[in-house]
């Protein structure tokens, strides 16, 4: 065991976000102020999606904004947990990961909270919510109001 | 462009004994491969000088493919890691072939052995699956619940069930239990599939392929040097990759992979079609990866793989026996590198046991899948 690794040599398992990450630095820090934002390029004007680069994947340009976000997308996909890789999740299954694509069409995994596991469903519609942590916020998503 | 269809050979493979192997080392299962590899293709290390293997994912090398050379007495001028998760063991064939052709090494050893079952402590570091800081934040973890994601989908656009799914767990362990070299050789029903435990829904246990130790090896050289060897030669007709995306977050869909059009310029080199083939060995490191490849490669069309696995048309004596060793789900999980092997077995006849030979094995197909549903190569292989 250590740091990087567990006792069969397979990576080590973490429950929160590399916040150093240079490319994601704005997206962390405008989810602290509940703000979901997305790069979006100045050039050819499509969302980056995720994760965050400096570089379109597009069109390779270097310029971008980073632009709220509606809140409001679908389910793609979704999986219920029946066991858990990390202890950090050990009480919470079963649970469910979600690949939300939002309004925009940029897709990101994250929970659909508020909602029994078996409620889930390919297609329905979600709306953020922002779950604090003391040095960073989590974007879910429950059932759209 | 030159077509190399047809112009490069497997002359030798090598297997070990795989399942638990506490006392081997990932080198040393490595090192089995390569040994038995050459003792079937009647050559010494000295005559190998190409050299292709797997990076290690439990212990980071810069070159782990020069330290087995050497390891093995092999003194190569042309060697190199792959990296391509289980799309890697079809590559390293593949590889070969344009090493050859384009005069780099005559004789190529690929190799790649996994020591996943019993534990392997190493100095070095885990190499990382690429986008975990922004999937474990929100409790993603592992391969199962990656490819959960894309049986969900299956299942929401063309009405695929986890009863479908069985249908493969179940032909899969057949073979497995006419197989000595398999490790679970129990028979398995449809039942036991349905009552085992979900693990990441709507994958169960039994969608789950092994963790496995062990190794294999295939030896390619040039067409012409092939009929040199003492084994039947096993020509490299078609060769296909490709890699739609790599996050899953960015992935244009889930239940069409890189299989398509990997396996599309694999039949385009070798002038075949799908319905030529007698066998096909499709990674299955879960049940719907098998499914997903076979619609992938034109076996059957899109949303019409749960209708095709029934009935025992993927049995051996059905119309396409598929991975007649027990595959990853029942043999071993060595990453598809015993997928090669036992392609050429079946090619080469009399090499597996009576019960599991396909009649009459001329032309088959082998698939590598690896990532996040991402990497995918394809190598169409025939009797020379």
């Known amino acids: 065991m250590s740091e990087t690794q567990d006792k069969r040599g397979r990576p080590a398992a973490k429950d929160r976000p590399f916040l150093d990450e240079l490319e994601a630095k704005p997206f962390w820090a405008n989810l602290k102020e509940h703000k979901f934002t997305s790069q979006r390029c100045s050039a050819c004007g499509k969302f980056f999606g995720f994760p965050p680069q400096f570089l379109c994947p597009h069109c390779l340009a270097s310029e971008y904004e980073w632009i709220p976000l509606s809140g409001k997308g679908k389910v793609y ?57 003391e040095d960073y916020t989590l974007p879910k998503f429950r059932p759209a109001t | 462009m030159a077509n190399v269809s047809g112009k490069s050979a497997i002359v030798g493979l090598g297997e070990t004994v795989v399942g638990k192997r506490p006392e081997a080392s990932t080198n040393s299962l490595h090192l089995e491969a390569i040994r038995n590899c050459l003792e079937d293709a009647g050559i010494k290390a000295s005559q190998v000088d190409g050299f292709l293997t797997n990076q290690p994912l439990n212990d980071a090398h810069r070159s782990y493919a020069v330290r087995l050379a050497h390891m093995a ?37 690929c190799v790649h052995a996994r020591k996943r079952s019993t534990p392997d402590p190493s100095p070095g570091y885990a190499i990382r699956t690429g986008d975990e800081h922004w999937e474990q934040p929100w409790g993603h973890f592992s ?30 362990r057949k073979h497995a239990c006419l197989n000595k070299n398999a490790t679970m050789r129990k028979p398995m029903t449809v039942s036991d599939h349905q009552q085992s435990r979900m693990i990441a829904e709507p994958l169960r246990l039994l969608d789950c392929s092994l963790e496995s130790d062990g190794g294999g090896a295939v030896l390619v050289t040039s067409a012409e040097r092939a009929r040199d060897f003492p084994k039947p030669p096993v020509a490299i007709l078609g060769m296909g990759q490709h890699h739609p995306h790599f996050s899953l977050m960015d992935a244009p869909s889930l239940t069409t992979l890189g299989g398509k059009k990997s396996s599309e310029t694999a039949y385009r080199m070798a002038g075949l079609s799908p319905k030529e ?17 076979l619609e992938d490669y034109g076996f ?62 001329a032309l088959g197909i082998v698939s590598g899948h690896g990532g996040n549903l991402c990497m995918h190569s394809s190598l169409i292989l025939g009797a020379l």
């Open chain 2, 73 to 109: 007495g092999i003194d190569p001028t042309y060697a190199t890691d792959l990296a391509l998760g289980g799309a890697t063991p079809v590559a390293l064939v593949q590889h070969a072939v344009m090493a050859i052709n384009a005069g780099m090494a005559n004789t190529v050893m």
């Open chain 2, 143 to 172: 391969a199962v619940a990656t490819h959960a994601f894309a049986a969900q989908r299956h299942m929401y656009e063309y009405g695929t069930r986890s009863e479908d799914l069985a249908e493969i767990a179940v032909a899969t």
């Open chain 1, 77 to 133: 996909s979704f999986v219920t947990y029946h066991r858990a890789w990390h202890p950090a999740y050990q009480d919470k299954v079963p649970y469910n990961v979600s690949l939300i694509e939002t309004d925009e069409g940029v897709r990101m995994m994250s929970n659909v909270v508020d909602c029994p596991s078996e409620a889930v469903k390919i297609g329905m519609p979600v709306e953020i919510v922002y779950e604090d942590f």
């Open chain 2, 300 to 361: 059957c069309a899109k949303g019409e793989g749960k209708d095709f696995v029934k009935g025992g048309r993927i049995e051996i004596g059905g119309e396409l026996p598929v991975n007649t060793h027990g595959g990853l789900l029942s043999q071993a999980h060595l990453e598809g590198m015993l997928h090669v092997t036992e392609a050429v077995k079946q090619l080469r006849g009399n090499e597996v046991e009576a019960e599991r030979q396909v009649p009459n094995a």
């Open chain 2, 277 to 293: 083939m007698d066998f096909a060995e499709i990674y299955d490191c879960f049940t719907i990866t098998t499914l997903i490849t």
